[in-house]
């Protein structure tokens, strides 16, 4: 059948909205409630802002006790088996829930859903589940919603091409950071990685829809801008006139308003010295990059299918550290891809400590079916990958001891956040690379940038004064 022009179909879902909102005025007394969780990545974290907003467009409330809740919503996570294993342990959690009260709703969406053997999994063995549908059918959830309150059977909502959706409502989970997707999708294909199969081909929003969402942003008083995408340095392929991220991100900066400019994940292959050099003219762009090496051996990088060489990651960051005074890394890496030997871990060891970065964000290789390094033959027990985890792990706390201990002293900019976690008359907030830092203050000053001076360090935090 063919697909009617998207201007149609979002009609339709309006259409949906404002029919889901007068069924449940007539259904409940006060507005009905709903809990939205999203697990994994910032991206999806941002799709999950979209589903709150639709949902609080159709007259919903929003908890985060299950219990209480006319609606659970979990907006789900494929990266990594365990992250699969938590979602469907929480839907598990439901069941008694659902026996008691048979009205409550429950659907699960985002990327595990996008995957059809995932959908059939959910259908034939939780029967109590109500919605399913995958990433591209996100801005369907008002009609998959209004058919099933209105007494039809369990939707389920999969395929699609993945298109730009612009106009979505938004219901932001917090008021002083900001997620702004400038992209979509991956075409990468990293030979371990899901997300180009659930997420779909790579798609670039316009300049324009992006800038005016930012000077939303920052007039309704966000204070840190966080532009999102799988890979933000092919940003623009396709886009006419031409424009690429160290442009756009130069163009975020340029607006006027206090604020700070962060963006995540940079893919080493496509990071241009253009970039580096954005980030070291632009005073509100971050001193921090986030650029996932994944792996130290060039061998198991080629495996990857990650198209760049240890020697050019190296490159990269010896350009940065050259061009941007102060500036900080943090990292992705797989321990025990396929294949992979204790020489290469070696490798990825040395590097580490080469490079050392602020943050590492480390994960056991994941087998995802469908992917090409599913295929590969993979040897090495997974007691003897834990022991290479571990030894990553103990590298990585010393460095970043030495690394937080050399900031004692010194006077941070910090965007106070909220609440710490030291006790009250405490503030929590963040520097420009990224580091916690609690310090006495007043609940007043959140969302404010202090300076603050570096007294002690401890592992999760920096601590210090206002200066
Ligand atoms: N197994 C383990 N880690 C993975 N990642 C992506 N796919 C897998 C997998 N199959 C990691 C990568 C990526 C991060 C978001 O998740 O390090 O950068
Ligand atoms: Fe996955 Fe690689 Fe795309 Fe990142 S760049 S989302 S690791 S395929």
């Not at 369990?154 to 992209?183: A, T, W």
């Not at 893919?267 to 130290?296: F, M, W, Y």
Request: aromatic share 8%; hydrophobic share 35%.
């Amino acid at each position: 059948m063919e697909q009617q022009p998207l201007a149609q179909r979002l009609a339709l879902q309006r259409e949906y909205m404002e029919k889901t909102s007068q069924l449940l005025s007539r259904r409940y007394e006060h507005p009905p409630l709903a809990l939205v969780h999203s697990f994994g990545c910032q991206q999806n974290q941002s799709d999950g802002e979209k589903l709150r907003g639709m949902l609080a467009a159709m007259g919903y409330g929003f908890t985060d006790r299950p219990e209480q809740a006319d609606l659970v919503l979990y907006n789900t996570c494929a990266v990594r088996e365990n992250a699969e294993d938590r979602v469907l342990g929480n839907v598990g959690a439901l069941k008694p829930l659902k026996k008691q009260r048979p009205e409550m709703l429950i659907g699960l969406c985002g990327c595990m859903m996008q995957q059809e053997q995932m959908a059939e999994r959910i259908r034939k063995s939780y029967p109590y589940v109500d919605l399913v549908f995958g990433t591209h059918a996100l801005y369907q959830l008002p009609e998959l919603l209004f058919r099933r309150l209105s007494g039809e059977k369990r939707q389920f909502r999969g395929g699609g091409e993945g298109e730009i959706i612009e106009g979505l409502p938004l219901c932001r989970e917090g008021r002083i950071k900001g997620n702004l997707p400038i992209m979509y999708g991956c075409d990468n294909f990293c030979s371990y990685c899901i997300v180009p199969y659930v997420r779909g081909r790579e798609r670039s929003r316009r300049p324009g829809d992006i800038l005016a969402e930012a000077r939303q942003l920052v007039a309704e008083g966000y204070k840190e801008i966080t532009l999102l995408g799988q890979n933000v340095n092919s940003y623009g392929k396709g886009l006419e006139p031409p424009v690429n991220f160290a442009q756009l991100l130069c163009q975020v900066a340029q607006l006027p308003g206090e604020f700070v400019v962060r963006f995540m994940t940079s893919h080493p292959k496509d990071c241009t010295r253009e970039l580096i050099d954005t980030i070291a003219q632009c005073e509100k762009i971050c001193n921090h990059i986030h650029l996932p090496v994944q792996s130290g051996s060039d061998r198991i990088l080629k495996r990857m299918n990650r198209r760049y060489t240890v020697e050019h990651y190296l490159e990269l960051i010896a350009y940065a550290r050259q061009q941007i005074p102060g500036v900080t890394f943090s990292s992705d890496i797989i321990v025990g891809f396929p294949g992979e030997t204790y020489e290469d871990f070696l490798g990825t060891l040395e590097l580490v400590r080469r490079v050392r970065y602020s943050t590492l964000y480390t994960f056991l290789y994941s087998r995802r079916s469908g992917t090409p390094a599913a295929q590969l033959e993979d040897p090495v027990p997974s007691e003897e990958k834990s022991r290479w985890f571990q030894q990553l792990l103990d590298a990585e706390s010393s460095i970043r001891d030495q690394l937080q201990q050399a900031q004692v002293g010194r006077v941070e900019r910090v965007l106070a956040e909220g609440p710490g976690r030291t006790g009250e008359g405490w503030l929590c907030g963040r520097n420009f690379s990224n580091d916690i830092v609690e310090f006495p203050g007043s609940p007043a000053l959140v969302g404010q940038f202090l300076d603050v001076r570096i007294e002690r360090a401890q592992n999760w935090a920096l601590f210090g004064s206002l200066v």
